[in-house]
């Protein structure tokens, strides 16, 4: 196993991957870089981190680097990185979005490059929110390509095994689509409504009377502007596709109320909720 591990991004993500790294893995130096000083201040004095570095430059005889920074800031970094790190590291991601970025980075870095995505994570954001059991039950799909070293993937793979996580592969497009649609189009409806009742308040500030249902929907339009921001432009065909047809749906819900037409608005209310229920 690592015996070195690079962190790029010591936020939530990359805090929870360096606390449950070093209880899986005894023994294991982590090395933080992020450009934010305060982010690195914080890691070190949480022990989440052994050594910070703002500078990609000072890393040397890592085994394993875990790109975990806002996905949008994956090129440059992979680019710096090229620079610095010896054909034996293997570099992986925790990124939102795969696709394209997946082949880009791979691109750059060679075929030590192991794309891949933990289904785990919350609205929250920082250091200082960390949870060494984040991943502990969850899903992580890895999205190698064709070109993928084959002995590197299963590193990766094995590591997040050792995490608690349920490994799975998946195409890195297909991996945009889904979670475009699970996954983005929620986020972007979350904001949206958010928006809509910053514009629906008139003399009554609405957000004075928040119902449990306003809570629970809207809880995930508390997560980071800067990460969202990057997802939805990184994987932009997919999240204006599904937010295409989500206007969709809505316009059918907004015909069927309007024309008061009962029978059907039931129908439509009843196979959603049905849909919902399965999940539980
Ligand atoms: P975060 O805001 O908590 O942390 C991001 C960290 O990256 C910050 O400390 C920031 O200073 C640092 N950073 C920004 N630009 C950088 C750069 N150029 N070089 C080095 N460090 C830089 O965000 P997070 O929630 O930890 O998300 C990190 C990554 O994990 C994102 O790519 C996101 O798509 C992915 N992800 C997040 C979740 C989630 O629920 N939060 C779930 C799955 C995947």
Partial sequence: MFKRVAIVGVGFMGGSFALALREAVK?????????NPKALEKALDLKVID?????????????LVVLA???????NIAKSLKQVLDDQTIVTDMGSVKGKLVYELENI?????VGGHPIAGTEKSGVENSRKDLFKGKRFILTPTPNTDQEAKRKVSELWSLLGSYVEEMDPYVHDYVFGCVSHLPHAVAFALIDALINLKKDVDLFKYP???FRDFTR??????????????ENKENVLTAIDVYISSLQKLVDLIREGREEELTSYLKEAR?????LE
């Fill in 27 to 35: 023994g294991v130096e982590i090395l933080g870089v992020d450009i």
């Fill in 220 to 233: 995930i339009a508390a997560s980071d502007p800067i990460m969202w921001r990057d997802i939805f432009l």
């Fill in 274 to 278: 049905e849909h919902r229920l399965r």
């Fill in 51 to 63: 050594r910070a570095y703002e500078r990609l430059d000072d890393l040397e005889n890592v085994g």
């Fill in 211 to 213: 119902g449990a249902g």
């Fill in 109 to 113: 870095l060679g075929k030590k490059f």
């Fill in 69 to 75: 920074s806002p996905v949008r800031t994956f090129y």
